[in-house]
Structure formats: C-alpha cells, structure tokens
C-alpha cells in the first residue's frame, strides 16, 4: 500500500522564523512528489519535484527531493502569518499513477 | 468562467437519501478525481476518471457512484447517504496522468 508520512502534524512559530516540513513516502512506480498549500478552500500547488537534489524555489519557500532516502522537505524562510496554512505532501505513483496524500502539517504563524 | 467548479458548495442531507454533487472543468482534462477530506485521514481518493466513460475506483469507494458521459463533467452520487460520509469533497482534475491536480473548491456535505 502507498504511504506518505509528513511531519510534524502541526507547528506554531513567530513570524520570521524559519521552519522545515517533512515529507517521506513509500509509493510503487514513484514520478513526482508536489507540494500544496490549503488554506480555507482548495489545495493549491507549490511544487513539483522529480529529480534529486535540485532544489524548487519561490520566493521565500523552496523544497528538495530525495529519492534515495524517500523523503522531501519544504522549507520556508521570514515566515509571516499568511504563510499559516495546511501544507501537504502528495506523491504520483502506484499502479495507475495517481496521488496520494499526506495528512498534512498545520502551520501557525503568530505575529 | 474557466477553471474546476463544484456544486453546490454547501449541502446537507438526511441519512438513506441520495445526494449528487457536481464537478465541471472547461479545460478538456482528461482525468477527474474525487476526493473526501476528513481530520485525521487528509485527502483520499473515491473514484478517478481517465476519460469519458472509464471510470475506476480509489482508497474509499464503497457507498459513492460516479458517471464520466462528458469529458467536462463528472458527478458524485452517493446512493443512501450515511452520517459517516459528512466530509468535505473535492474534485480535481489533470491534463495528464503525471501531472500535479487541479482542484475545485469543494463542497461541504453534512448528513445529519
């Protein structure tokens, strides 16, 4: 069965912290990992990584693939409260490619 | 208007009613996806759809139909709604089978 594991499952920072997502995975015919952000509504994308070691950046997130050890991190530097959100970790793959989620990590950032 | 629209946005439903909720995209994606998210599970998947007219089942499928006669369109049906299925639904939908998803922005059903 296809797992994806993110922690931790919430965090709460000050704004201009720095934080570290996780993200590992167990998935058959892994393609990709993507990354999305999910405020009130919908899961809107961040990233999708496929290829070790090149890291993805936008603005002040970016996040890295590890294929070798299964896992992926997205960081987010000078977080501000709009940054508080669900973060959650997807990987396509299994035997009709298709997504399967992580429980997502919580983010709170305070002022 | 162009994007993933789901309808309606907010239901809710007695227990042993059937209930469908609506999913259309403009973009002739090929593949749709229904979801349920729940606290404590995030989001699994019901059914997919590869076309119009293959459709295939996902992690939670017992109790939902699906239909896909129209690539733009594909509904949700729950047959006899059950207290357990009150969740938030999202569609998705993607040009490509590996291709990241593009998502509706739910419904929120209530079975009470």
């Known amino acids: 069965e296809d797992k994806v594991v993110q922690s931790p499952l919430s965090l709460v920072v000050h704004e201009g912290d720095t934080v570290t997502l996780n993200c590992s995975y167990e998935?058959?015919?892994?393609?990709?990992l993507l990354w999305y952000k999910q405020e009130k509504k919908a899961p809107t994308f961040l990233f999708m990584l496929?290829?070790?070691?090149i890291e993805k950046k936008s603005g002040r997130l970016s996040s890295i693939l590890d294929k070798k050890e299964l896992f992926s991190i997205l960081n987010i530097t000078a977080t501000q409260t709009g940054d508080s959100a669900v973060y959650l970790c997807?990987?396509?793959?299994?035997?009709?490619?298709?997504?399967?989620f992580g429980k997502g990590t919580l983010l709170t950032v305070n002022p | 208007d162009a994007g993933i629209t789901q309808s309606p946005r907010y239901k809710i439903t007695e227990t042993g009613r059937q209930v469908t909720l609506m999913c259309h995209q403009t973009?002739?994606?090929?593949?749709m996806f229904w979801y349920r998210q729940d606290l404590g599970h995030g989001l699994r998947l019901i059914y997919y759809?590869?076309?119009?007219?293959?459709?295939d089942k996902g992690e939670v499928p017992d109790g939902y139909v699906v239909s896909r006669s129209k690539t733009e369109n594909f509904p949700l049906t729950l047959e006899s709604a059950t207290r357990s299925q009150t969740s938030v639904y999202f569609c998705?939908?993607?040009?490509?089978?590996?291709?990241?998803?593009?998502f509706g922005s739910g419904t929120r059903l209530t079975v009470v």
């Open positions: 496929t290829s070790s070691g």
């Open positions: 759809s590869a076309a119009a007219d293959i459709t």
């Open positions: 973009w002739s994606h090929s593949y």
């Open positions: 997807a990987v396509l793959g299994g035997s009709n490619y298709k997504l399967t």
């Open positions: 998935v058959t015919n892994f393609r990709s």
């Open positions: 998705a939908s993607s040009p490509e089978v590996t291709y990241g998803y593009t």
